[in-house]
């Protein structure tokens, strides 16, 4: 893919069911202003959002990344969105994408303020390289989220469970670990459990057993850490949920970054201290992971 793609969606009911969801859709120039100076997505970061790789025009995991949408939006509180207008707005995004890799992200705010309606729209562009990612792996520092592993249940207003168009502290984390001579962080919660990355989960191994994060700690539940448990389960590795200390990062065997875009990158450090690679798994994962995908 060598363009941008942008289609504008306007939003019906969750449970309207039609057999064509077309004249929903408005194609506009990505490269043209086409959001209101009133949208609370750009004012506020009020709104929820998907990143869906796309490897030679098939979209990837489409429906883990709907029912995260709609988990997300029903945490914030915004009209639950239309699976299969949105999924159908997806396949119209994937036919511009051709060969190669690229990804459709799904944008669903608030709306403009004051405004009746939520505006929705989905984009496709070409992906980043993360090829020399993917075979040398990234260094990692462990940074303060600043909650500990009950917060999210005790104060749902924080959105910890959500995909929100809220960045910034996620982007300022990644900032902090490049001053810090590393690729990329893991949160920790404020009580010393490991939680997951500005932009990816987390997997660990010990032994032949893989371990993530449980996701009711405020944590996204990610969906290609999903397909990669789904392949380590079909080749009998055991895997699972686990609150998981951060004492128990450096002793792991090998670990992994995972996220629709880059794919699995192995963890060559945490905080200046080697880990393990498994390179021969990690290049197994990623073949996998670049498979079509449903």
């Excluded at 993917?134 to 009950?150: I, K, P, S, W």
């Excluded at 004492?247 to 995972?258: E, G, K």
Aim: charged share 20%.
């Amino acid at each position: 893919m060598n363009r941008r793609f942008a289609l504008m969606i306007d939003p019906v009911t969750a449970d309207e069911q039609r057999a064509d969801y077309g004249d929903t859709f408005t194609h506009v120039d990505a490269a043209a202003p086409a959001l209101s100076v009133g949208e609370l997505s750009t004012q506020r970061g009020d709104g929820v959002f998907e990143s869906i790789g796309v490897v030679d025009g098939h979209a990837q995991e489409v429906v883990p990344h709907l029912e995260r949408l709609a988990h997300s939006a029903r945490l914030c509180d915004l009209p639950l969105p239309n699976l299969a207008q949105w999924r159908q707005a997806i396949d119209q995004a994937a036919d511009e994408c051709g060969e190669g890799e690229a990804v459709i992200k799904l944008i669903l705010s608030r709306g403009v303020e004051h405004g009746p309606t939520p505006t929705a729209w989905v984009t496709a562009a070409p992906a980043a390289d993360f090829r020399a990612v993917r075979a040398n792996g990234v260094r990692v520092v462990t940074l303060d989220r600043g909650y500990d592993l009950g917060a999210a249940e005790r104060a749902p207003w924080l959105l910890l469970g959500a995909k929100t168009l809220s960045y910034a502290v996620n982007m300022a984390a990644l900032r902090e670990a490049h001053r810090r001579d590393a690729d990329d962080a893991i949160f920790l919660s404020s009580d010393g459990f490991v939680l997951e990355a500005p932009t990816a989960s987390l997997i660990l191994r010990f032994g032949d057993r893989f371990v993530t994060p449980a996701p009711n700690g405020g944590i996204l539940h990610g969906t290609t850490q999903l397909s990669v448990y789904e392949h380590l389960a079909a080749r009998g590795f055991e895997v699972g949920y686990d609150r998981i200390p951060a004492s128990d990062l450096p002793r792991a065997d090998a670990a992994w970054l995972v996220s629709s875009v880059r794919l699995a990158a192995a963890i060559t450090a945490v905080d200046g201290a080697a880990l393990p690679v498994d390179q021969p798994l990690t290049d197994e994962l990623n073949t996998y992971l670049l498979s079509p995908r449903d």
